[in-house]
């Protein structure tokens, strides 16, 4: 029966000898040790994302998460098992580099030269926009263990020369590093309430040079808040996950990206896991 719907699923392929072989997908995805391995992504959604889902109507009555208990633990990510965590951070690094090349097709960086990368994990998409623009620089800003594994893949890909990654926290250090004419927040500002978002555009505002830009990357939702399903399937997630997460809207990125100083918003329409757009503001000069 598993061996039935796992063929179904296209997961499996079966021969005319009548023996099951992994599919193309399962090879690529699910196999360790291969490249795009994703079986971390599928341990922590059994152990963490999904119990809390089966959860929803607490989450929806009490408005917190059920992923952890914000009353005692600062987020989901204290408690998870090392091993589920480092699997997880791997797999985010394959989802990400597939969001960051549907980035690099619908946007040219040739103008730009150093990238800050705010909230970067461990670094796909700076290695990926780094490969494709082999003139761009760039530095990923995440906390001190993260940023560890940063640089750690990134050595790995022999790519410490082009990036480096920096302890930090975005969300309390006064101002975000400066000398980048690119900022990058991919699946950042719908982990955060409005007030925090606000906050963390004018920093890099503040941290920009005239003309210089901003990228906001993310599942956005239509302005009628109705769609399209993975943007609110998302949204629904920071519930269970976050303290006050929330998936927004075009207007709302609209608004916030004026009222901190940015120019005309560019809607860069992208197809991807992370991501269906990428919004597009530069800095007056």
């Not at 009555?61 to 791997?90: I, K, Y």
Request: aromatic share 10%; glycine share 10%; hydrophobic share 40%.
């Amino acid at each position: 029966m598993l061996l039935a719907c796992c063929t179904a699923l296209g997961l499996l392929d079966r021969g005319d000898d009548g023996r099951y072989r992994n599919a193309p997908t399962a090879q690529e995805f699910l196999v360790a040790g291969r490249p795009h391995y994703f079986g971390g992504f599928v341990r922590y959604s059994d152990r963490y994302a999904y119990p809390a889902w089966h959860r929803l109507g607490e989450a929806l009555r009490t408005n917190r998460p059920t992923t952890w208990d914000p009353d005692t633990q600062e987020s989901a990510f204290v408690t998870a098992d090392p091993g589920v965590l480092e699997g997880f951070w791997e797999a985010m690094f394959t989802l990400s580099s597939f969001t960051a090349a549907g980035l690099g097709e619908a946007y040219d960086f040739t103008a730009h030269r150093r990238l800050l990368d705010v909230g970067g994990g461990t670094g796909a998409f700076p290695v990926g926009l780094c490969r494709r623009h082999p003139h761009l620089r760039a530095t990923v800003l995440d906390l001190p263990r993260v940023a560890a594994m940063a640089r750690e893949k990134v050595a790995g890909l022999g790519l410490s020369e082009v990036i480096e990654a920096r302890d930090g926290d975005f969300l309390h250090d006064e101002r975000l590093p400066e000398g980048h004419d690119v900022i990058l927040l991919s699946m950042i500002l719908h982990d955060w309430d409005e007030g925090t978002g606000r906050r963390l555009l004018d920093k890099c505002f503040a941290a920009l040079p005239p003309g210089g830009a901003v990228i906001i990357c993310e599942l956005v939702l239509d302005d009628d808040e109705c769609g399209p399903a993975p943007a609110a399937l998302m949204g629904l997630n920071m519930l269970v996950e976050t303290r006050s997460g929330h998936n927004y809207t075009y207007a709302e990125y609209r608004g916030w990206l004026a009222d901190a100083g940015f120019g005309p918003v560019t809607v860069l329409p992208l197809d991807a896991a992370g991501a269906n757009a990428a919004l597009f503001a530069r800095k007056p000069n």
